[in-house]
């Protein structure tokens, strides 16, 4: 049986005013997770990041009657294998209460028709280890998993230190 969104759902993108319902969908996505002690954004980080003078991520939201029902926080990035910029999608989020209604395949198409507007060729994203259920999700979706590609990350203590000079002694 096909799944049939709420009938009011809406889209639009989020204003900094937004920030405190980002956050808590972070804060459960990461509860969902089994992780929350990783979750590091803040209120504040959020208004400075997302909506100050250097925008690095936009955030689509998705509102029905009841209110927030749903997000997708994601950036562009340009692949020099594909020769053209995409969307990365970071973060989707429903609310534990509307899951099912294909709201998570709805932002996502909103999101992916909003960079096609703006000259986006395809969207990435990982999918956590172990989050067996979006794997199946985004692959339902048309998604491949990329078998040539692992992720690697440097942050924290270890980037400061790889941002220091060759040779420079830390004492």
Not at 134 to 145: D, I, Q, S, T, W
């Amino acid at each position: 049986m096909p799944v049939t969104p709420p009938p009011d759902l809406r889209f639009r993108i989020a204003a900094k005013s937004d920030c405190d319902a980002i956050l808590r969908a972070l804060q459960e996505l990461a509860a969902s997770l089994g992780v929350p002690e990783r979750l590091r954004s803040t209120r504040e980080g959020l208004e400075r990041h997302g909506f100050g003078e250097r925008p690095e991520f936009e955030v689509m939201l998705a509102e029905d009657a009841g209110g927030f029902a749903g997000m997708c926080l994601y950036f562009p990035f340009f692949s020099t294998w594909v020769g053209e910029p995409g969307i990365y999608v970071q973060d989707l989020y429903v609310d534990a209460a509307r899951r099912g209604a294909g709201i998570g395949e709805r932002l996502l198409r909103e999101v992916a028709r909003r960079g096609l507007g703006n000259g986006y060729t395809h969207l990435r994203l990982t999918v956590d280890d172990g989050n067996a259920g979006g794997a199946k999700f985004y692959h339902r979706l048309g998604f491949e998993k990329s078998p040539d590609e692992y992720v690697h990350k440097l942050a924290g203590d270890g980037f400061l230190r790889f941002c220091l000079p060759p040779g420079h002694n830390e004492q």
